[in-house]
């Protein structure tokens, strides 16, 4: 079956601007979750949705915002972007849960600020 | 809050057997799991615990200890694709209802011949 698919897969904005990331998760999953992976701090959550419905968030500003549509796609969106927002922006699928033994991880979309 | 410590940086001949050490503080501890991330690809599953005790799975084994907030991921039989970046993730009760993961920030692996 079809993997988790982001797109797109690379991304150059501008200081200021804002940016709309999306997620396909695997047919069936209804769990989506998003994290931001940079050297410096690793992998953090940034927040999960579950039947379009965001259940749980991480420590990050209200510039990072989400929805997830009725057929279990979702969709991240960063304003006003800053330069330290470059990074790797990863989402994760899986049957009900953010992490799960069938949970499956996304190639990424690499999101640079200048 | 949630606190994840791992080595940054191990190295490892081809063949050998390596240890990779986990150590968490969390709340609502639900469970723990080690994903593996090679250069430029996604993090992929290797395994989960939620009791304490050791889980194999062929050349990969991880191990619970939930009162000592310890894990460890062994690889056996090393080869070089096993060169990647190991992560350990621990999963919280949240209030919301499902779970929240926290990430340790990795261990680069370098297996050499």
């Known amino acids: 079956k079809a993997g988790v698919t982001q797109t797109p897969r690379y991304l150059i904005k501008t200081r200021g601007q804002q940016v709309t990331l999306s997620c396909s998760p695997i047919?069936?999953?209804?769990?989506v979750s998003w994290y931001q992976q940079t050297p410096g701090q690793g992998l953090q959550f940034l927040f999960e949705y579950f039947s379009e419905t965001q259940r749980n968030k991480g420590n990050f500003p209200g510039r990072f915002s989400g929805r997830q549509f009725s057929n279990s796609r979702s969709e991240m969106n960063v304003s006003t972007l800053e330069l330290g927002d470059s990074a790797l922006y990863l989402c994760?699928?899986?049957?009900?849960?953010?992490?799960?033994?069938?949970?499956?991880f996304g190639q990424g979309t690499r999101l640079t600020v200048v | 809050g949630q606190n994840i410590d791992q080595p940054t940086e191990m190295t490892a001949t081809e063949g050998a057997i390596v240890q990779i050490n986990c150590t968490y503080q969390?709340?609502?501890?639900?469970?723990l799991f080690w994903y593996q991330q090679h250069a430029g690809e996604a993090p992929t599953f290797l395994s989960y615990?939620?009791?304490?005790g050791l889980e194999e799975k062929g050349r990969f084994s991880s191990f619970l200890s939930r009162s000592k907030g310890y894990s460890y991921l062994l690889l056996k039989e090393l080869q070089m694709k096993d060169s990647a970046s190991y992560l350990c993730a621990v999963s919280s009760h949240a209030s919301g209802g499902s779970y929240i993961p926290t990430f340790g920030r990795g261990t680069s692996l370098i297996v050499h011949p």
């Open positions: 615990n939620v009791l304490d």
């Open positions: 994760a699928s899986s049957l009900d849960v953010p992490l799960g033994t069938e949970a499956f």
């Open positions: 047919s069936g999953h209804r769990s």
């Open positions: 969390t709340s609502g501890f639900n469970g």
